[in-house]
């Protein structure tokens, strides 16, 4: 829980990196989160006619800035800019490469985004 909230902390800090660990925690404990509100909006009858919850989707909203900023550092991490993202325009393949990316290992020691994360731990 505390890589969720260190992400939510650092919601507009696009700069810098962001290790592994800190990456796949947010998403974990995000799909979590999604799963949960998910199950609230059936309980409650809180969805719309194409499936999608109210809490869902305000969720959504709310973590889309911070999910984003930690893709960005993540990238960073592994010494590639932001730019990689207009890959994800690519269906499957251009996911699948971003999902390797986040998979990957850091950069060891410095490099042209900042320290290396797993050294300021």
Same mark, same amino acid.
Request: charged letters at 15%.
């Given at each position: 829980m505390d890589w969720y909230l260190k992400v939510l902390k650092n919601y507009i800090g696009f700069g810098g990196r962001a290790r592994r660990k800190e990456y796949w925690m947010f998403v974990l404990v995000n799909g979590i989160f999604t799963v949960v509100l998910a199950v609230l909006d059936k309980m409650f009858g809180w969805e719309g006619t194409a499936g999608e919850g109210m809490l869902t989707s305000i969720y959504? &909203? +709310?973590?889309? !800035?911070?999910? +984003?900023? &930690? !893709?960005? #550092? #993540? !990238?960073?991490? *592994?010494? #590639? *800019?932001?730019?990689?993202l207009l890959? +994800? +325009?690519?269906? @499957? @393949?251009?996911? !699948? &490469?971003?999902?390797?990316?986040?998979?990957?290992?850091? &950069?060891?020691?410095?490099? #042209?985004?900042?320290?290396?994360?797993?050294?300021?731990?």
């Open positions: 959504g &909203v +709310l973590i889309f !800035l911070p999910g +984003l900023a &930690v !893709l960005f #550092r #993540r !990238l960073h991490d *592994t010494d #590639r *800019t932001a730019w990689w890959i +994800l +325009l690519i269906p @499957i @393949i251009g996911w !699948l &490469v971003i999902f390797i990316f986040t998979c990957q290992s850091g &950069v060891s020691g410095e490099n #042209r985004f900042g320290a290396d994360p797993k050294l300021n731990a």
